[in-house]
């Protein structure tokens, strides 16, 4: 058998334990990434290079970034700004949405929900309206505030390492120019839409979340010191061309300047790196290699093209690809989703002569969109008992939002990012 079939069938059988979900998704990955190994389609140096990539520390930094603002309470005290700002159910659901967002940008967007989960419920039963009406909005809205930047959601550092393997790369707020008008739609389709869309449930609920937890011993220094420590970070991102400072060490110096000034300990630090996470983006670059010294992803991407016929126009591949992306992440993780598709895409850019950038900001786009199952992200599957919700409201609720966020996407991406610049 061919290293090409053999890789074939190893990402055919990622793409249905990825949805089966019988065993762990990094446990998948990792076995995949061995059985290229077994099978000698690559060579173990190759296969686990992923785990050592610059982004896989970038990860691991800003989860230990991150998670200071969380476990020193600062992320709960901004969470709480809620309540001075919006007093009718609309105005609440405006405020979580909004919060919810651009802390999803710069912070772990699954961290960000779990943290802000108990925040929401409080302000559910202090103010008398059905919690269902607020934690659906919350996890949407962390999903689309992973868009805002290059460290928001994993899979934009997929696409981006993929990226850097072609000696280009995105900016830190390219992701924003789809992501905030996304976000900013978002938001007003459930202020002025959604919100109907929502279920009241008013029956026993998980109580998992109602306790929150009490930070009122942690030193208020530690919780703006954690602030600032974020916020410095985030600009050395931002002016990483002009400092001279890759993005990885700038996270590394902000996670050492925390566990050093005693912010949070080592236990913290370590506890706060989601190591699935890392183990599932490590295993799946192994595939993507293997998919493109193979061939594999090739024939995929002349597939695709083949399907949609050889004169289909840029827009029409675009469409497919988003709308692929979108399907798929909807019954898998989205992460997973962006990391099987990410090699496919960039093979689907070289076959067509097109500018990778376009078609991975397309996969990373439309990976993002899983609104519309209670599986496609994690914080969905934490909202539903504690939501009282049902996977038909998840439908009801999620399928118009996929459809507002895919218009926003597919008149946004060509302008930004076209297929062929200059043509």
């Given amino acids: 058998m061919s290293s090409a079939a053999i890789t074939l069938i190893l990402l055919l059988f990622a793409i249905v334990m990825f949805v089966w979900e019988k065993i762990p998704l990094a446990l998948t990955s990792v076995v995949v990434c061995i059985a290229l190994v077994l099978f000698k389609v690559l060579d173990a140096k190759t296969a686990f290079a992923g785990f050592v990539d610059s982004n896989v520390i970038l990860f691991v930094a800003m989860f230990v970034v991150g998670g200071a603002l969380f476990e020193t309470g600062m992320a709960n005290k901004i969470g709480s ?36 989960i108990p925040v929401v419920i409080g302000i559910a039963a202090k103010s008398g309206f059905s919690r269902s009406k607020f934690l659906m909005p919350l996890v949407f809205a962390a999903a689309m505030g992973g868009n805002l930047s290059l460290i928001g959601a994993p899979g934009n550092l997929i696409a981006q390492t993929a990226l850097q393997k072609m000696n280009m790369q995105f900016n830190f707020f390219d992701y924003g120019k789809i992501g905030l008008p996304m976000l900013i739609c978002g938001i007003l389709y459930f202020a002025l839409f959604g919100y109907k869309l929502l279920p009241n449930s008013t029956g026993a609920l998980d109580s998992t979340f109602d306790d929150a937890v009490d930070y009122s011993k942690v030193p208020a220094w530690k919780q703006y010191f954690a602030l600032i420590i974020l916020v410095l970070t985030v600009l050395g991102m931002i002016f990483e061309s002009q400092i001279g400072i890759p993005l990885n060490i700038t996270g590394c110096i902000g996670a050492i300047l925390l566990v050093v000034t005693g912010v949070i300990t080592e236990k913290q630090a370590i506890k ?16 993507a290699s293997a998919l493109d010294k193979t061939g594999a992803g090739k024939l995929i991407a002349n597939t695709v093209i083949g399907t949609l016929g050889k004169n289909a126009s840029p827009f029409a591949l675009l469409v497919a690809v988003f709308m692929i992306a979108c399907v798929l992440t909807n019954f898998m993780s989205n992460t997973a989703t962006t990391a099987l598709l990410v090699p496919i895409g960039v093979s689907i850019a070289a076959s067509m002569g097109a500018d990778p950038r376009a078609v991975l900001m397309a996969t990373v786009i439309g990976g993002s969109c899983a609104y519309a199952t209670p599986i496609g992200m994690p914080a969905n599957t934490m909202v539903l008992s504690a939501g009282g919700y049902r996977f ?13 966020s895919s218009i926003v996407s597919l008149i946004l991406l060509p302008i930004f990012f076209p297929f062929f610049p200059g043509k």
């Fill in 81 to 116: 700004l809620v309540t001075r700002f919006a007093k009718t159910e609309r105005q609440l659901i405006v405020a979580v949405m909004v919060i919810t967002g651009l802390m999803s940008g710069f912070l772990s967007n699954t961290g960000t929900a779990a943290v802000l």
């Fill in 272 to 287: 706060s790196i989601d190591l699935k996470t890392i183990f599932l983006f490590g295993g799946t670059l192994a595939l």
């Fill in 392 to 404: 038909r409201d998840y439908v009801k609720a999620g399928l118009p939002l996929i459809l507002v």
